[in-house]
């Protein structure tokens, strides 16, 4: 019974230790396929810069970029603001990490209309 419990213990340390490594910065594929981005710092922001794109019909190209302030919170979570220079548009975000995967959420007009988006580690 001892071991089982020090087993548990172990599973579950090791878990936090894993989540509390998890970053935003990486390479990135939107849950639809049609992306895939570079988190990285840019100055003093963090940029999500398109590396690929799958479908141009909907105005995206490879070089677009978000340009974000992010302040950590708790729990792997980043909220701040996005501005997105091609189409001067500003955004309120929340961006979530977790092992292999990124939840981000875009809100317009005081919150009234947000956009979530899933995103896995790409290698």
């Given at each position: 019974m001892r071991k089982i419990a020090v087993s548990l213990a172990l599973v579950v340390f090791a878990g936090t230790a894993i989540a509390n490594e998890t970053a935003i910065e990486g390479k990135?594929?939107?849950?639809?396929?049609?992306?895939?981005?570079?988190?990285?710092?840019?100055?003093?922001?963090?940029?999500?810069?398109?590396?690929?794109?799958?479908?141009?019909?909907?105005?995206?190209?490879?070089?677009?970029?978000?340009?974000?302030?992010?302040?950590?919170?708790?729990?792997?979570?980043?909220?701040?603001?996005?501005?997105?220079?091609?189409?001067?548009?500003?955004?309120?975000?929340?961006?979530t990490a977790r092992v292999g995967g990124l939840t981000t959420r875009g809100c317009l007009f005081g919150k009234l209309l947000c956009k979530d988006v899933m995103w896995t580690a790409a290698k």
């Open positions: 990135w594929m939107r849950g639809d396929g049609n992306a895939l981005v570079r988190i990285a710092p840019c100055g003093a922001k963090i940029c999500a810069t398109n590396l690929w794109i799958g479908d141009t019909g909907r105005g995206e190209e490879v070089g677009d970029k978000l340009v974000m302030s992010l302040t950590p919170g708790s729990s792997n979570t980043y909220s701040g603001t996005a501005y997105d220079p091609k189409r001067k548009m500003r955004y309120s975000i929340v961006v």
